[in-house]
């Protein structure tokens, strides 16, 4: 398997609206390509995510700054009853003492939201039709939910990910769709972004992303590229 360097690569824009950059949503973005992406972890990435859980103040991370920026986003959403992505993982470790077990790239990403406290998502790259714009929902969006082949109705005043066929990737960063998720054996290329809020710096989201992409890099192989 051949490996390069990080690089920028034109191929995807992942773009801010200006009206949620306002609200301090910053993000950035990456293609991954040739990594393994199984079911079943290797046995190194078992032991590397066994030892940072044991690493990781829960308690800590859920008053940080980074995971109450996003409460703020979501109460300024009217989602205040909603917990926000990284919450709701930390709390199942918390809970189980484990990450759940999704995939390779998954819980690649996963440990990474278990050390920050930063939302972080992946797509299948050739499910994506276009840019991926982040930005406020006006009820016409197009979102099949997880498990399901039918879409739904995304409510107006809310915000998300959307490629530029008005299709919804993830909203609120709580809710992935099911046309764009990592497949083990069919998914080639990942587009996998972090997402930060205001209490966060760019720098802090590159540092991330940097450290998601070297994570998997390690533990799965292949390549990846820094998006523009």
């Known amino acids: 398997m051949t490996e390069k360097s990080p690089e920028t690569s034109p191929a995807i824009r992942l773009i801010i609206a200006p009206e949620l950059e306002a609200l301090g949503i910053k993000a950035k973005g990456a293609l991954i390509r040739g990594a393994e992406i199984k079911k079943n972890l290797p046995g190194a990435l078992k032991r590397h995510i066994k030892t940072e859980l044991t690493r990781v103040d829960i308690r800590s991370l859920l008053e940080s700054p980074v995971v109450n920026g996003y409460r703020e986003l979501y109460r300024l959403h009217g989602e205040q009853e909603t917990a926000p992505a990284s919450e709701t993982l930390l709390r199942l470790i918390e809970k189980q003492g484990r990450l759940p077990n999704i995939n390779t790239i998954v819980d690649s ?42 879409p739904v109705i995304v409510p107006a005043g809310k915000y998300a990910a959307v490629d530029d066929s008005g299709e919804v990737i993830c909203w609120m960063e709580t809710r992935q769709s099911n046309v764009t998720k990592i497949v083990p054996g069919q998914t080639e290329e990942v587009f996998l972004y972090v997402q930060g809020n205001q209490a966060s710096s760019k720098g802090e989201v590159c540092m991330v992303l940097q450290h998601v992409c070297d994570t998997i890099k390690e533990y799965c192989g292949g390549s990846y590229m820094l998006l523009s």
């Open 109 to 150: 990403y996963n440990m990474v939201v278990a050390q920050t406290g930063y939302a972080i998502g992946a797509h299948d790259a050739a499910r994506l039709k276009g840019n991926v714009t982040i930005r406020k929902t006006d009820g016409t969006e197009q979102y099949t939910p997880i498990m399901q082949t039918e």
